[in-house]
């Protein structure tokens, strides 16, 4: 594999920064509110460099969650990749589903994507690859480990159990901003362990 040079390395830095600029700003403030000049002063950038990298705040705020999504998902599909028979996979699903508590910024983020492709239908295309990219287990051999090897054949009882995970996190962590006290994250690592025991039973 060739090694990048300078220039590739300062791009992707550049890169790397602004987008976890764009993290911020787009979870303090919002798509709508966010603006590119706030986002290049925390990127430590200047506006230009934003444009030199993203066509405009739709492209920068779409390849953000592209990028977050397929840092999470890669991170779980290599973990699950390790494991030998479905016990292991279910075990390592369920460690990575009730982990997600201690990352306050992607249920926002997720909510502000949603929001935006709502509000943005004109977007379909780029926003279907990305809500397609976010489900997790769709490699098949990894399905089949999740479901029992006979389950070589996905069913919507299956696909509908995977993608009620996510919005269920997500509410709870949302929620907890309002009642800490009550959901703590201790309880939440204990409820979100509970649903997933019963979305994803054991044994079939």
Known sequence: MQMPNKQQLRTRETQARLLNAAEEVFVRDGYEAAQLDAIAASAGRSKGAVYT???????LFLALFEHRTR???????????????????????????????????????????????????????RLRRAFEMSKPAQDDAIYGQMFGRSARIRTADNDAMLLALGPVVSGLILESNFEPEILSEKSLRRILGRIFDALVPPRR
């Open 71 to 125: 840092s999470t998902i890669d991170g779980l599909m290599s973990s699950l990749r390790k494991c030998a028979n479905r016990e292991q996979s279910l075990k390592v699903f369920r460690e990575f589903y009730v982990g997600l508590v201690h990352d306050k910024a992607w249920p926002i983020l997720t909510l502000e994507f949603k929001l935006f492709a709502l509000r943005h239908p004109e977007s379909k295309e």
């Open 53 to 59: 990298h993203f066509k405009s705040k739709e492209d």
